[in-house]
C-alpha cells in the first residue's frame, strides 16, 4: 500500500480525468470490472455547476501519435451528478476524487464546498484549464489567477485539493509553485496540449466541431515527462503524472522524473484494462524503491 495525501491507495496507478467512464463500463462488463477495478483512486469527469451539452462533433481526430479531442466537457452539472452519477461512484472500490471546473472563482468554490460535504468524495481536483469569465485569463495558465482562485476555494474544503496544471502556458512550474504556497495538496499533470486538424474532404475548414482540441497519448509523453521534472524541481508536493502512459516503463519513467502517482488515460480507450497490467509492469520497477519522501506520500506497507 501507498499514500497519497493521506488517502491509502494499493498501488501508484488512477486514471486521466474524463477517460475512463466507470459507469458505463459496469453496464460494459458487469461486476466484475469492480472486483479487478484497473486504478488505485478513480477520477471522475469534469464536473460543472450547470449541466453541459459538450461541442458539436466530429469530436475526436486520430493523430499518428494519439489523439485530439474536443468533446467539451458535457456532463450533468452539479445536481445531476449529486443525484445521478454520484452514488454509482461510491460504489466503486477504490477512493473517488472528483474534478470540477468553473468560470468564475465563486463558482469553483460552490463546487468545492458541496463536494467537501460528501463522505464519498476523497479528494478533490481543479480543472484550471477555463478563463475565468471576469478577469478573461485562464485559471491554470498564471501564477496570480491560480493563487487568487486558491485564495477563495481553499477555505471551503477540507478535503486534498489537487490542482491540475495546464501545458499550455509559459510555465507550469510557476503555476505549481503559486498552487504549493497557496495552499494546494497536490498538483497532476499534463492536460491536454491545444491541437488542431484541417478537414481532409473541405479544405480551408476545420475537423473539429469545437475548432481546437487538445491532444493527448504518446505524442505528448516527452513534454509529460519534461513538465514533471521541472514542476518536480519547483515544489515538494505530491505529483499525479501523466501524459501517453502506455506501459510499466512509461510510468516509472514519470515515476522517475517526480510524480508520485501515474494516470493513464488515452491507452484506456484503446484497452480499458491497460491500467492494470501497467500498475502490475511498474511494480515491478518499483519493488524495493522507497517512495520519493515528499510531503504527503509515503509507503505505507509493502
Ligand atoms: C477524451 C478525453 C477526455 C478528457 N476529459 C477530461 C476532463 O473531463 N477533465 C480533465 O481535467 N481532463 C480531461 N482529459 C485530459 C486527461 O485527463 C489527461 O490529462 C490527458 O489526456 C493526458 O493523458 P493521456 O495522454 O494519458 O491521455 C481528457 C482527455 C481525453 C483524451
Known amino acids: 500500500m501507498i499514500e497519497f495525501c493521506g ?17 458505463a463500463a459496469r453496464r460494459a462488463f458487469g461486476d466484475a470490472i469492480y472486483e ?22 466530429p469530436r475526436l481526430w486520430e493523430l499518428a501519435g494519439g489523439m485530439i479531442n474536443s468533446i ?8 445531476g451528478y449529486l443525484a445521478e452519477d454520484l452514488p454509482k461512484l461510491a460504489e ?28 464519498e468524495v476523497a479528494a478533490i481536483e481543479l480543472n484550471v484549464s477555463c478563463p475565468n ?34 501545458p499550455n502556458c509559459a510555465s507550469p512550474a510557476d503555476v505549481a509553485a503559486a498552487a504549493e504556497q497557496h495552499g494546494a495538496d497536490a498538483v497532476s499533470l499534463i492536460n491536454t496540449l491545444r491541437g488542431m486538424a484541417m478537414d ?3 479544405p480551408g475548414r476545420l475537423w473539429l466541431g469545437g475548432g481546437t482540441g487538445g491532444v493527448s497519448g504518446p505524442a505528448v509523453r516527452a513534454i509529460a515527462l519534461a513538465q514533471v521534472r521541472e514542476v518536480r524541481e519547483r515544489v515538494e508536493l505530491p505529483i499525479v503524472g501523466m501524459g ?10 514519470l515515476r522517475q522524473a ?20 501497467i500498475a502490475d509492469e511498474m511494480s515491478r520497477f518499483t519493488e524495493g524503491f522507497p517512495a520519493n519522501g515528499t510531503r504527503g506520500v509515503g509507503v505505507a506497507s509493502h
Open 72 to 79: 467539451g466537457l458535457p456532463n450533468k452539472g452539479l445536481h
Open 200 to 202: 481532409p474532404d473541405r
Open 258 to 277: 517526480g510524480a508520485d502517482l501515474v494516470a493513464v488515460g488515452t491507452e484506456s480507450f484503446r484497452d480499458p484494462l491497460a491500467a492494470r497490467r
Open 7 to 23: 488517502i491509502p491507495l494499493a498501488h501508484r496507478v488512477i486514471n486521466g480525468s474524463g477517460t475512463f467512464d466507470a459507469i
Open 92 to 119: 466503486l472500490p477504490v477512493p473517488l476524487i472528483v474534478n470540477v471546473m468553473g468560470s468564475s472563482r465563486e463558482d469553483v468554490a460552490r463546487l468545492v464546498a458541496a463536494f467537501s460535504e460528501r463522505d
Open 36 to 57: 479487478h477495478f484497473p486504478f488505485a483512486a478513480f477520477v471522475s469527469k469534469t464536473v460543472t455547476l450547470e449541466p453541459r451539452q459538450g461541442n458539436p462533433p
Open 133 to 166: 469569465v471576469k478577469t478573461g485569463l485562464v485559471m491554470g495558465a498564471n501564477p496570480q489567477e491560480l493563487a487568487a482562485l486558491l485564495d477563495v476555494v481553499r477555505p471551503f474544503s477540507e478535503k486534498p485539493l489537487i490542482v491540475k496544471l495546464t
Open 244 to 253: 501517453g502512459v502506455q506501459s510499466g516503463r512509461h510510468a516509472d519513467d
